[in-house]
């Protein structure tokens, strides 16, 4: 059983940069300075149309957790974890939270096979107001991070599933796994190595994030509901497969490179690379 509480103090601070560059026969040409201004914080809402108030939270939680997992190389190897816990949100926000958490395990050696079911919702007068949760970070739904629709070169979706799908103030996501320890210890790993512990993964994600007034089907493109100016889309569940490599990099940290193959992702042709700087789940 944990409990735990924190106080936190946000507040922002707004700059404006202002770039010169060389200009010749209508031609911009190469950069030669930039100035940096603070912007106060009237001025910065009356352009951009919103409020940067300071604000303070006060979280109050506590979880149940159970572990009696192996650890392998990157990640765990057999057994099973678990967490349901409880935050309370206060001072400029008032809200409550809910965590479940439920992991398993199983070793058919060679390989594990692991599975993950996971939920964080929150509630209450101000559950959507504090910062919204993004779901396509590479440790729930890889192939759906925000830089890959960003750098996509304009690229729009022809389904309707861009990236305002994947933020809510409640998540969802279900992950399945097959797990080989690929090179390490010669009576672990395929492949023995005293120096580069890794493991080879092939993967499954699913996920959803949402609001309490969304509309949530399971469709493989999200429809529009209502008509005119006050129609919005569906939430629709977003899925990805593919591979990754775990490494433990000399026991500080581990990095998984990987290709993911986003199933709801009109914008793109082929699968995304990406990197996630987290062990396995």
Do not use: C
Request: aromatic fraction near 16%; proline fraction near 5%; glycine fraction near 10%.
């Amino acid at each position: 059983f944990e409990t735990g509480s924190g106080l936190s103090r946000y507040s922002y601070r707004i700059d404006r940069f202002s770039n010169y560059y060389e200009f010749n026969n209508g031609t911009i040409g190469f950069p030669i300075g930039q100035d940096k201004g603070k912007v106060s914080r009237e001025e910065a809402e009356q352009t951009y149309g919103t409020p940067f108030n300071a604000f303070t939270t006060v979280q109050l939680n506590a979880a149940f957790v159970g572990d009696n997992s192996f650890s392998g190389l990157t990640s765990p190897l057999d057994g099973f974890r678990y967490r349901l816990g409880i935050e309370n949100y206060m001072g400029d926000f008032k809200l409550s939270a809910l965590t479940a958490d439920g992991r398993r395990y199983v070793r058919l050696k060679p390989i594990t096979l692991a599975a993950r079911l996971y939920t964080y919702s929150r509630f209450g007068r101000d559950e959507s107001r504090l910062f919204q949760m993004y779901a396509g970070n590479g440790f729930l739904i890889r192939g759906y991070e925000a830089n890959s629709f960003y750098k996509n070169n304009g690229s729009a979706p022809t389904n309707g599933f861009d990236i305002n799908q994947l933020v809510g103030s409640r998540i969802a996501v279900a992950n399945f796994e097959i797990r080989l320890p690929f090179t390490g210890p010669a009576k672990l790993a395929q492949i023995a190595s005293k120096f580069l512990f890794s493991d080879l993964n092939l993967f499954f994600d699913m996920g959803l994030a949402y609001d309490s007034d969304s509309k949530v089907a399971f469709h493989r493109q999200p429809q529009m509901v209502g008509t005119g100016a006050g129609a919005y889309p569906e939430r629709v569940p977003a899925m990805s497969t593919g591979i990754s490599l775990r490494v433990n990099v000399f026991g500080y940290f581990v990095l998984e490179p990987y290709y993911a193959i986003p199933f709801q992702r009109s914008d793109i042709k082929a699968g995304v690379f990406g990197l996630t700087f987290a062990p396995g789940w």
